[in-house]
């Protein structure tokens, strides 16, 4: 059974750093990009970034607004992803949700979707 | 960046209505548009992707359809279960955008 366990979110203080992962099983990491997507208290999702697989260099998409403070990575040994967050701030307290990104193909066309979450870690930034 | 915009934002109906609920994005996705379920405490459920295609598992009576800037899912007999926030997504370009959600309350 496909599964993603988030970890790594608490209390921190504004202007430090912390970094989540997020662990997979039940399908073979590396052959799927990952998504961080994150909930803030009453608020709706908002889409963090996510990281391609080796095949495609690895390399990352962000949200415009957090580029420069957030870093997604990935250890496919491990089959962990994670997101370092630095310079936090009070704003980015939320629940963070990790997702495998899912290649679905319809009509000779190729669709991504977010088809697995974790159960999503809380970060409470506040002094 | 591509906005996706969903109305309304909160809905309340009853058991056995039919329920629609529209997105809008801000320039053409095709039908690179997924459909999610959010229940309070539980992790996001994908119910459909490529604007109509039912995940599977996912019960006959959700529905999806559309394509371009307008979109819509459906219920069409809604059960108890089905209270839940509702969100759409594009998958068009690559910064998977989320609408800001639909609250679906039951009467």
């Known amino acids: 059974e496909e599964q993603l366990v988030e970890s790594g979110g608490g209390l921190v203080q504004p202007g430090r750093s912390l970094r989540l992962s997020c662990t997979g099983s039940?399908?073979?990491?590396?052959?799927?990009?990952i998504s961080w997507v994150r909930q803030a208290p009453g608020k709706g999702l908002e889409w963090v970034g996510f990281i391609r697989i080796k095949t495609y260099g690895g390399t990352t998409e962000k949200a415009a607004s957090l580029k420069g403070r957030f870093t997604i990575s990935r250890d496919d040994s491990k089959s962990i992803a994670y997101l370092q967050m630095n310079r936090l701030k009070t704003e980015d307290t939320a629940v963070y949700y990790c997702?495998?990104?899912?290649?679905?193909?319809?009509?000779?066309?190729?669709?991504?979707?977010?088809?697995?979450w974790g159960q999503g870690t809380l970060v409470t930034v506040s002094s | 960046d591509i906005q996706m915009t969903q109305s309304p934002s909160s809905l309340s109906a009853s058991v056995g209505d039919r329920v629609t609920i529209s997105c809008r994005a801000s320039?053409?996705?095709?039908?690179?548009l997924n459909w999610y379920q959010h229940k309070p405490g539980k992790a996001p459920k994908l119910l459909i992707y490529a604007a109509s295609t039912l995940q599977s598992g996912v019960p006959s009576r959700f529905s999806g359809s559309g394509s371009g800037t307008d979109f819509a899912l459906s219920i069409s007999s809604l059960q108890p279960e089905d209270l839940a926030t509702y969100y759409c997504?594009?998958?068009?370009?690559?910064?998977?955008?989320f609408g800001q959600g639909t609250k679906l309350e039951i009467k």
């Open positions: 039940g399908f073979t990491f590396g052959d799927y990009a």
């Open positions: 997702t495998r990104i899912g290649r679905y193909y319809y009509d000779n066309d190729e669709y991504y979707s977010f088809d697995y």
């Open positions: 320039q053409s996705i095709g039908d690179y």
């Open positions: 997504q594009q998958s068009y370009s690559n910064t998977y955008t």
